[in-house]
């Protein structure tokens, strides 16, 4: 009876869906094994992706921070998962091509 379940168990496990994009939940996953001291392979193969989707993530969620350390001034990086998120949605809506519409609005007005 107790593999059965073990079976249940491991079919309500979803992966990643491949070609999709990172969520929310998946940074904040990111972040917390990071700070729990895994590597960015390891990172990769619990959450169901590439290895360089993780490296590409990380580097897009960095922000350097200071921290004054007996008087003087400590530069240091830390993965944000809001900063990751925020540049993720900028550069989402950058990549559409721009719409047309408002260049040939003397063509259009043509057939009215």
Do not use: W
């Not at 590439?50 to 004054?68: P, W």
């Not at 721009?98 to 009215?112: G, M, R």
């Amino acid at each position: 009876m107790k593999e059965v379940f073990v079976l249940v168990q491991e079919q309500l496990i979803t992966s990643h869906v491949k070609g999709h994009h990172l969520t929310q939940i998946e940074r904040g996953r990111i972040a917390g094994l990071l700070s729990a001291g895994k590597s960015a392979r390891q990172i990769a193969t619990e959450i169901g992706v590439c290895h360089q989707t993780i490296n590409n993530e990380l580097k897009r969620g960095r922000i350097q921070q200071v921290k004054k350390l007996n008087g003087k001034e400590q530069y240091f990086s830390v993965y944000a998962t809001d900063t990751a998120q925020v540049r993720y949605q900028t550069n989402r809506q950058r990549c559409h091509r721009p719409l047309k519409f408002k260049f040939v609005t003397n063509f259009l007005a043509y057939f009215d």
